[in-house]
């Protein structure tokens, strides 16, 4: 990697590199995949997580084998008994993206297989935390299930599975969290996690493990393989939704995942309920992108979690009645109204409280406590200042004895395992390296702040601003659709699988202005050796000033498809600007 010494103009932190990669290299590349110059150059940069060849192609017959993961061939058996002898199945499911559509699965996969007896799904509310509960465990006991099937937790429940165990009810525990030592005693637990499972993608979302679950209970059950591809819709959703990578070292299931799903939607399959919140948000099925979902349509699902009813995703995702899905629809559209102006309240409040009590120049992680705070909205304003900052983030919302907590991190600091450090002062929590949860009782966070404070200095004692990488350098010839349509191949992007961001040089800039609401973003032309290119900066219109007096820049952009004109045209989406090497 080679470091650009040039200025950024908008985020005055950001430091970016640009790979060196041989010509040798991309020359091999190009001509063995017949692809273009600039193609090349990103494929032979991306040959670290598989061969150029195998990045542009997979399909859903590249998944892991089912059986691989520890505990399933037990939790099917099971399953199977419950359904032939038509006994009462409880599933109990986490109130994210991830949980709703990994009960959705489950539970559309149970009444397909047959299954005569009674179900009941509980998706759990925020306001009791994640995992089970005693108030879950009394209703099973009372209303006399006799096989508990968790979904996206369970695995740190042990007291719980226990007392299930004492009143003679089974309980199967599909999680992908955090494996704590001792397992509940349950009739299985399947975690990608566990120390002991050899199954090659560790990082699957929860509906990825339910839908591996499923397909394995098909095949014993005698239905053909294809018939569970019917839920890749779901298993997309919770996938993008959780924020598990796509590619890891050993596995690249997860994009198959999503890009099985998004063809579905292309090809006019998938759930009622999505279509229909598709076309009241003006989404194109057959155009749909992994980043349309992530930023439109599941934060309308994750809505009903934070400032509603979760019940209302789940029903959405599992109805097959068009009246009633366009009712549930349009009332996940007034959550996210809800949503947005709780959000952005909180923030206001904590960006305050920031500049009030956190001096950010000592302080390597940012506790933030208030009284009241929306539980449901603490987590997205811990994401947005560890992003504006480059600090982990974690807020704290107070109740009258105890509190509940959201962070979430930089890929420099792993959340979970500081929360593992200081468990001694929580009445629980769980997560992932870049996202976790806790509770805690309200006297004890001053300690919190002081313990977690520390251990945040000596961790991040060379903390320095964040340095992103560039994918390649493109040059104004090779801006165009073609190239577009070429970069999508390596899709569907998100964590993991980065939509690439290319360097292009030497831009002069023209009718630069500012659009949407309140001026939020900007617009602009970019001129660069007789070619001229439209370009947006989204969320960068107060960098306006910052960049005016600029006679030539460098830009970091995305390529994307303008369709608002007259006909179909590239356009530069802008992620930074720099003042150009050769002005310097």
């Known amino acids: 990697?080679?470091?650009?010494?040039?200025?950024?103009?908008?985020?005055?932190?950001?430091?970016?590199?640009?790979?060196?990669?041989?010509?040798?290299?991309?020359?091999?590349?190009?001509?063995?995949?017949?692809?273009?110059?600039?193609?090349?150059?990103?494929?032979?940069?991306?040959?670290?997580?598989?061969?150029?060849?195998?990045?542009?192609?997979?399909?859903?017959?590249?998944?892991?084998?089912?059986?691989?993961?520890?505990?399933?061939?037990?939790?099917?058996?099971?399953i199977e008994l419950a359904i032939r002898q038509s006994e009462s199945i409880f599933i109990h499911g986490d109130f994210d993206v991830d949980g709703i559509t990994s009960s959705a699965l489950l539970y559309r996969a149970l009444k397909d297989l047959g299954a005569k007896g009674r179900?009941?799904?509980?998706?759990?509310?925020?306001?009791?935390?994640?995992?089970?509960?005693?108030?879950?465990?009394?209703?099973?006991?009372?209303?006399?299930?006799?096989?508990?099937?968790?979904?996206?937790?369970?695995?740190?429940?042990?007291?719980?599975?226990?007392?299930?165990?004492?009143?003679?009810i089974d309980a199967i525990i599909t999680d992908h969290h955090h494996v704590p030592e001792q397992l509940p005693p349950a009739v299985a637990v399947i975690n990608p996690k566990r120390p002991d499972c050899t199954y090659p993608n560790s990082d699957l979302a929860a509906v990825g493990v339910i839908y591996q679950t499923v397909s394995a209970l098909y095949q014993r059950m005698g239905r053909q393989s294809d018939e569970v591809r019917g839920f890749l819709d779901l298993v997309m959703l919770g996938t993008l939704?959780?924020?598990?990578?796509?590619?890891?070292?050993?596995?690249?299931?997860?994009?198959?995942?999503?890009?099985?799903?998004?063809?579905?939607?292309?090809?006019?399959?998938?759930?009622?309920?999505?279509?229909?919140?598709?076309?009241?948000?003006?989404?194109?099925?057959?155009?749909?992108?992994?980043?349309?979902?992530?930023?439109?349509?599941?934060?309308?699902?994750?809505?009903?979690?934070?400032?509603?009813?979760?019940?209302v995703s789940f029903l959405l995702l599992t109805t097959s009645d068009r009246e009633k899905a366009d009712h549930?629809?349009?009332?996940?559209?007034?959550?996210?109204?809800?949503?947005?102006?709780?959000?952005?309240?909180?923030?206001?409040?904590?960006?305050?409280?920031?500049?009030?009590?956190?001096?950010?120049?000592?302080?390597?992680?940012?506790i933030l406590a208030g009284r009241y705070w929306n539980p449901g909205v603490i987590g997205l304003v811990a994401s947005d200042l560890a992003d504006r900052h480059h600090r982990p983030a974690i807020m704290i919302a107070k109740g009258d004895e105890m509190a509940r907590a959201s962070g979430r991190s930089i890929p420099e600091f792993n959340m979970i395992e500081s929360l593992i450090q200081h468990e001694?002062?929580?009445?629980?929590?769980?997560?992932?390296?870049?996202?976790?949860?806790?509770?805690?009782?309200?006297?004890?966070?001053?300690?919190?702040?002081?313990?977690?404070?520390?251990?945040?200095?000596?961790?991040?004692?060379?903390?320095?601003?964040?340095?992103?990488?560039?994918?390649?350098?493109?040059?104004?010839?090779?801006?165009?659709?073609?190239?577009?349509?070429?970069?999508?191949?390596?899709?569907?992007?998100?964590?993991?699988?980065?939509?690439?961001?290319f360097l292009l040089r030497n831009v002069r800039i023209e009718n630069m202005r500012l659009v949407g609401n309140g001026g939020r973003h900007l617009k602009l032309m970019a001129l660069v050796n007789g070619s001229t290119f439209d370009a947006i900066g989204f969320s960068l219109g107060d960098s306006l000033a910052d960049i005016r007096g600029a006679e030539q820049v460098d830009l970091v952009v995305k390529l994307s498809r303008d369709d608002w004109s007259r006909q179909p045209k590239v356009q530069l989406e802008l992620i930074d600007v720099l003042r150009s090497e050769e002005s310097n």
């Open 1 to 78: 990697m080679r470091s650009l010494a040039n200025p950024s103009l908008v985020r005055h932190r950001n430091r970016w590199e640009l790979p060196a990669i041989s010509e040798e290299a991309i020359r091999q590349v190009q001509s063995e995949l017949n692809v273009s110059s600039a193609m090349a150059r990103l494929l032979a940069f991306k040959a670290g997580k598989g061969t150029p060849r195998s990045l542009l192609s997979h399909d859903i017959s590249d998944l892991n084998a089912p059986l691989q993961l520890r505990g399933l061939e037990e939790a099917i058996a099971r």
């Open 424 to 501: 001694h002062l929580f009445e629980r929590y769980g997560g992932h390296y870049m996202a976790a949860g806790f509770s805690i009782r309200n006297d004890w966070i001053a300690r919190l702040q002081s313990e977690l404070g520390q251990y945040a200095r000596e961790k991040l004692a060379n903390l320095e601003a964040p340095v992103f990488s560039l994918e390649a350098e493109i040059f104004p010839h090779e801006v165009s659709l073609d190239l577009f349509e070429e970069v999508q191949q390596l899709g569907p992007f998100g964590v993991g699988n980065r939509e690439p961001r």
């Open 241 to 311: 939704g959780d924020l598990v990578p796509l590619i890891n070292e050993k596995s690249v299931e997860n994009r198959i995942f999503v890009q099985s799903g998004l063809k579905m939607l292309a090809d006019g399959w998938g759930s009622m309920g999505l279509r229909i919140l598709l076309e009241k948000l003006s989404l194109d099925p057959t155009r749909l992108t992994a980043g349309e979902m992530s930023f439109v349509v599941i934060p309308k699902l994750n809505a009903a979690n934070r400032v509603g009813d979760p019940r």
């Open 328 to 366: 549930l629809a349009e009332t996940l559209l007034q959550y996210n109204y809800d949503r947005q102006v709780a959000q952005e309240d909180l923030r206001e409040q904590a960006e305050e409280r920031l500049r009030e009590e956190v001096d950010l120049k000592e302080e390597k992680i940012i």
């Open 119 to 168: 179900i009941k799904v509980e998706i759990e509310d925020r306001d009791r935390g994640h995992g089970l509960n005693e108030h879950v465990i009394k209703q099973v006991i009372e209303e006399g299930f006799s096989l508990v099937i968790t979904t996206d937790c369970g695995v740190s429940d042990f007291q719980h599975i226990q007392n299930l165990l004492q009143h003679k």
